[in-house]
């Protein structure tokens, strides 16, 4: 047999068997996922304590019209040590904003099955500040942070909010700097935007103090998120974003992904459903004690990144607005 037939049989069955695996794929995803997320809410989360009265009071809905300026959503699992300094720090700076012109807020802390002090550390910033500015959000299990900022999201009151890592590696009064941006696309609430801090300009330093296997692993991350899922935005991954109810509304009721790669669904989404964003550089800089394993998460995120773009490609998961289903 001449080797152009060997190659030519080759190429006949090996696009067959990649058609057979494609096809079966796709049947796969379709009958393990659901078109829209469906949201699990213990009875318990539904509601938050009110330290000082000792009563369990039910969080709004972000259906609900909103009463405050600004909601933090603050995700936190098992951050009992790292906390106090990122609350301080941002209590301190929404106080100083409430005295020098009319601005209202209100902090959630989600503590996402924390197993130490979290919960009870949280409860005593409530009891000080009161719950109408420090809630405290306390999930029966853990989900990841991205199951922990959606339900935040959704028992928000505030007109913009802003999810903000626990372990204050962000400088919070940045947010100054968000806030100018998310003005310059719009004027109010009632409109999409999402303004996110990045740390790109960072870069060069970052790879300056990194290893070469972790350089490595960012810059093969980086390739991921773009070849699948964003394109016009340069940090995916910094804990600190700023949305519009609106935005906010329409993209935490159509979110699947819950953990590590939950913040590139929510880009993916704000680039295909054409939702104003801004990408604004903030000062950073790492914390210890990182959730975070250096190749197994990034491996776990990897799958995740091909898993978004393949679902949302194949009309296993879908893009429409919704509003959010919780049972």
Known sequence: ????????????????????????????????????????????????????????????????????????????????????????????????????????YEVIVVSDGSSDGTVALALKYSKRFTVDKVRVLELVENRGKGGAVRLGMLSARGRNLLFADADGATKFSDLDKLFNELAKINKDWKHDAVVIGSRAHLEQEAIATRSAFRTFLMHGFHFLVWLFAVRSLRDTQCGFKLLTRLAAKKLFSIMHVERWAFDVELLYLVERLHIPVREVAVVWHEIEGSKLTPFWSWLQMGIDLFLIWFRYTVGAWQIVHSKPHTE
Not at 62 to 73: G, K, N, R
Request: glycine share 0%; aromatic share 8%.
């Open 1 to 104: 047999m001449a080797l152009i037939e060997i190659l030519l049989i080759s190429v006949y069955y090996g696009s067959a068997i990649f058609t057979v695996l494609l096809i079966s794929l796709v049947i796969v995803q379709k009958s393990i996922t659901t078109p829209l997320p469906v949201i699990k809410r213990h009875k318990q989360e539904k509601t938050y304590l009110d330290p000082n009265i000792l009563k369990n009071i039910e969080f709004p809905s972000i259906e609900d019209e909103p009463t405050v300026d600004l909601s933090v959503i603050v995700p936190a699992y098992n951050e009992e040590e790292r906390m106090p300094s990122m609350l301080d720090e941002c209590l301190e700076y929404l106080e100083n904003k409430t005295k020098s012109e009319n601005f209202t």
